[in-house]
């Protein structure tokens, strides 16, 4: 009889989004680039509201004007 072998699970990655909201000129870049819609403003500042669905794609710190915003890999 053969052994079947199982596939690897795949685990979703978890992402860390920092702002830094003293750097940040509420220009809107980072909210209308994220493919997900993880950021939304939230007062004067964008804030990540949705985590959890940052897929890593970077496209918010790499348009950042200001460097006011870094996604980083979660060590979890």
């Given amino acids: 009889m053969a ?8 685990t979703k990655k978890k992402a860390v989004i920092k ?8 220009c809107d ?8 819609k993880v950021l939304e403003f939230r007062g ?3 804030e990540a509201v949705r985590p959890e669905d940052c ?14 915003i870094t996604v980083e890999e979660s060590d979890e």
């Fill in 55 to 68: 897929n890593l794609c970077l496209e918010c710190e790499l348009h950042c004007p200001d460097f006011a």
């Fill in 44 to 46: 004067r500042y964008p």
């Fill in 29 to 36: 870049i980072c909210v209308e680039l994220c493919p997900k």
């Fill in 3 to 10: 052994e079947v072998a199982e596939a690897p699970t795949k």
């Fill in 19 to 26: 702002i830094k909201k003293e750097w940040c000129k509420s």
